[in-house]
């Protein structure tokens, strides 16, 4: 007789008088029977046992997550203030129209004759770079590193140094449109 279901139920009290005298008479007569309801009574137990400890530290858990916020005002203040950060930062780092910002995205100025254009690596000094090589700039470009460059102003071999200097990126000849 498969006795798995009965022994739950006689574990948990749901068994009738008659069935539950029946099952402890099957109990006595089959020592495995009697061994695996106590098993099955120590599992039940450990079970229960981590039930007990389990709320406990949930509600630790729980006062956790519930502890008091700030206030409105307060949290109206400090998203107020993280605002105002970011406009300052905004308007300190945001081009102006009064500086010398250009770009190359930017029309460049049109030449009617064959100019060199010069883009430089970050670091370089565009003065020294046209002092250096004894070049002549027609306009620069300064947030871009980028000067436009007078071609009659530089030799075969001028253009050969500036062309493997590590300062410059790339030399470019832009033609009249």
Do not use: C
């Amino acid at each position: 007789m498969d006795f798995d279901a009965s022994i739950t139920d006689y574990l948990n009290g749901h068994l009738d008088a008659e069935a539950r005298a029946a099952f402890e008479t099957a109990m006595a007569k089959d020592p495995e029977l009697a061994a695996r309801v106590n098993t099955e009574r120590l599992w039940q137990a450990n079970m229960q046992a981590q039930r007990k400890t389990a709320p406990q530290d949930f509600t630790t858990f729980a006062t956790h997550l519930q502890r008091p916020r700030l206030p409105r005002l307060a949290q109206s203040v400090f998203a107020g203030g993280a605002l105002v950060a970011l406009l300052i930062t905004l308007t300190i780092y945001m081009p102006r129209e009064d500086a010398q910002y250009r770009t190359l995205t930017e029309p460049p100025v049109s030449y009617s004759h064959v100019v060199v254009r010069v883009i430089l690596g970050n670091t370089a000094d565009m003065q020294t770079i046209a002092s250096e090589f004894d070049i002549t700039v027609l306009h620069s470009y300064p947030a871009a590193y980028t000067i436009d460059v007078d071609p009659n102003s530089m030799t075969a071999a001028t253009r050969q140094k500036l062309e493997e200097d590590p300062r410059v990126r790339l030399l470019q000849v832009v033609t009249p449109p």
